[in-house]
């Protein structure tokens, strides 16, 4: 029996696959949801804004998204003597499973910039701080909702709201918006990118297919990124987002020189 698979995960968490298909679709159109969603920091003074992505193990989509916000972000035109300052849609901080998160710390630094420009704004991947939230429930003697694979609920913890108390108080937020565009982002379209992708993809994968080669079709990072049908036993999940790629290291700086 020959069996060929093709990656679709927005998380792009597949070992030992480069891209899977529909990341870049949601990326951008997670994008284009808080582009809207942001303006909401003009309707009420000292507005906390967090953006929750999916990305239960990996933060490549909620880095991802934050990059094609802040290059849609760029080409913008600002007028700050009518309040409309870039400053204001900026990202202020960006929270993955990948990095460790200092509330205390983050919270000092969060209400400097709420008390310079009367909002913040926060990308959070569903993932950020899970087992922080899990022992803070444990310590609690609360009941943890598991899966039946044992994975925690993420929607019955609910990082998003959990991360708003967190930081609510703390920075002197006066109101919260919690927003998740990872439905949305999943459902959308495949942009001209992921259409290539699928493309090249799905090609491959009738040849294979007729050839009787089984395997997931993906760009192979351990032969070169080499576009192959990958030997099943090799496709495991769970594949961490690469924090030290220059584009993900360049976006926190540009996030840390405008807060």
């Not at 927005?10 to 159109?29: F, H, R």
Request: glycine residues 8%; charged residues 25%; negative net charge.
């Amino acid at each position: 029996v020959t069996v060929v698979g093709l990656p679709k995960t927005i998380d792009n968490d597949v070992v030992p696959i480069k891209q899977s298909l529909g990341a870049w679709t949601a990326a951008d159109e997670g994008a284009k949801f808080f582009a809207n969603v942001v303006n909401e920091m003009s309707a009420n003074p000292r507005m906390l804004i967090i953006h929750e992505c999916m990305g239960r193990d990996c933060g490549y989509l909620t880095a991802a998204t934050c990059k094609a916000y802040l290059d849609k972000l760029s080409g913008l035109p600002f007028v700050p003597g009518l309040g409309l300052e870039r400053a204001k849609k900026m990202v202020h901080a960006v929270y993955i499973p990948e990095l460790p998160i200092d509330c205390d710390a983050e919270a000092q630094r969060l209400k400097a910039i709420m008390d310079r420009i009367d909002c913040v704004n926060i990308f959070l991947s569903e993932g950020a701080g899970v087992k922080d939230i899990v022992a803070q429930m444990e310590a609690k003697g609360e009941e943890v909702p598991r899966d039946a694979f044992g994975h925690v609920k993420l929607d019955k913890v609910n990082p998003g709201n959990w991360f708003a108390k967190q930081f609510a108080e703390k920075i002197g937020a006066e109101k919260v918006l919690v927003q998740k565009s990872g439905y949305m982002a999943r459902a959308a379209a495949a942009n001209d990118a992921d259409r290539d992708l699928i493309e090249r993809c799905a090609t491959l994968a009738v040849a294979c297919g007729l050839a009787g080669e089984s395997g997931c079709i993906g760009e192979d990072e351990e032969q070169g990124d080499t576009l192959r049908a990958i030997e099943f036993p090799r496709i495991k999940g769970h594949k961490a987002f690469d924090v030290t790629q220059p584009w993900f290291q360049a976006m926190l700086k540009t996030i840390a020189a405008c807060t």
